[in-house]
């Protein structure tokens, strides 16, 4: 991805102020489309990533720099008055991740995060306000969440989405085992087959890093959740995240950093 702010995605740790190159430092005149991707949720609950998180929409609304954000958090509503002007000048873009419409499992699944009906209400929010949105399926766990795919689409779509997204669970490192733990504690009955139909999306491992297949998987049981995915987003009439959110970038203007030359052509 090329990023208007720096190459690749913005990613923030805890408690970390904005880095220098949002805040001006290395900015560049003509920006890609930025995607906020976080080491935690851009909109979860503690006042300082909240605060953290509205001044860098601030730096980007400023500088006219277009952004998506990716969130399961309904506290994305509270940045609603900034939301709505970036919006009119096609600016920015929100997708909210699903994982499953149950609420017992979205519990067990997410338990300090937002309700599958309250991440819907938030799409609907966004969409009667103005603001593109659309939904991610995500994480799509096969033999565990893979069951309510195409009710997620529709619950979208019927919600206002004009987009769709879809992202294979991926299991690096220490998760894998992480994982495999929880579905013990949680569901022993599927614990196996989720492992299997997981491994056999990942040439036989429970995680596959290379670029090309990382995101989506491989094999006939990944080709099987993607064509499910792929036919319901088109009968739903919901475009691809990965065809682009078509964001305004000629709006870009750099900031003038304090004690700095005037750019005479900015």
């Not at 919006?87 to 017992?104: C, N, W």
């Not at 049981?221 to 078509?246: I, M, T």
Request: charged share 25%; glycine share 8%; aromatic share 4%.
């Amino acid at each position: 991805m090329a990023c208007g702010v720096w190459m690749g995605a913005i990613m923030l740790e805890n408690g970390a102020g904005l880095p220098p190159p949002v805040s001006g430092g290395y900015l560049r005149d003509r920006p890609g489309v930025g995607l906020i991707t976080l080491r935690w949720d851009p909109c979860s609950a503690p006042k300082r990533r909240l605060a953290l998180t509205r001044s860098l929409l601030e730096v980007l609304h400023d500088c006219r720099h277009p952004v998506a954000i990716t969130t399961k958090s309904a506290l994305v509503l509270r940045d609603l008055d900034l939301l709505l002007p970036m919006a009119e000048l096609g600016l920015v873009a929100v997708q909210i991740s699903v994982t499953t419409l149950d609420p017992h499992l979205a519990r067990r699944l997410e338990p300090r995060a937002a309700s599958p009906e309250r991440r819907l209400d938030v799409v609907r929010t966004l969409a009667q306000a103005g603001v593109p949105v659309g939904v991610l399926v995500s994480p799509l766990i096969p033999g565990l969440t893979d069951a309510d795919l195409e009710r997620i689409l529709e619950r979208a779509a019927a919600a206002g989405a004009s987009r769709a997204g879809c992202l294979l669970i991926r299991l690096p490192r220490e998760v894998a085992e992480l994982f495999d733990a929880w579905l013990r504690a949680h569901v022993p009955d599927r614990a196996e087959r989720v492992l299997s139909l997981i491994r056999q999306c990942r040439g036989g491992r429970l995680n596959d890093p290379d670029f090309g297949s990382r995101m989506t998987g491989r094999g006939p049981v990944a080709e099987l959740l993607s064509q499910r995915f792929r036919l319901a987003a088109r009968r739903l009439g919901l475009h691809r995240h990965d065809s682009g959110w078509d964001l305004a970038t000629s709006r870009f203007r750099r900031p003038q950093l304090p004690g700095s030359q005037l750019d005479l052509f900015n």
